[in-house]
Nanobody, 125 residues
Framework: QVPLVESGGGLVQAGGSLRLSCAASGRTFTGYAMGWFRRAPGKEREFVGY????????AYGDSVKGRFTISRDNTRNTVYLQMNNLNPEDTAVYYC??????????????????WGQGTQVTVSS
């Protein structure tokens, strides 16, 4: 059973917005930080952003800073990625992930313990 399930992906025109959701499945992630990563065709996985359990700390990759926002609703075991002003370079499969210790650091995929299967986001020009 996949522990995290992403949804909300799709096709959008450049300049548009999408909101991705990531819901826990079969377990809760109390105390876990949640991150978002993406992988575009032919490229390496890229850190998008993360938030701590409390939501008090968030950080974003340089390519999305100022356009994307992460939030979470712990009562629903769900984390969100609001994406605004999308451009074709944002086209990728987006993954959410959960990390208990954020070690060695939040921007590294190896810091995350659980992953979803991903949701496709396609931005047309």
């Amino acid at each position: 059973q996949v522990p995290l399930v992403e949804s909300g992906g799709g096709l959008v025109q450049a300049g548009g917005s999408l909101r991705l959701s990531c819901a826990a499945s079969g377990r809760t992630f109390t105390g876990y930080a949640m991150g978002w990563f993406r992988r575009a065709p032919g490229k390496e996985r890229e850190f998008v952003g993360y938030t701590t359990w409390s939501g008090g700390t968030t950080a974003y990759g340089d390519s999305v800073k100022g356009r994307f926002t992460i939030s979470r609703d712990n009562t629903r075991n769900t984390v969100y990625l609001q994406m605004n002003n999308l451009n074709p370079e944002d086209t990728a499969v987006y993954y959410c992930a959960a990390s208990l210790r954020l070690y060695p650091k939040a921007t590294m995929a190896s810091a995350y313990d659980y992953w979803g299967q991903g949701t496709q986001v396609t931005v047309s020009s």
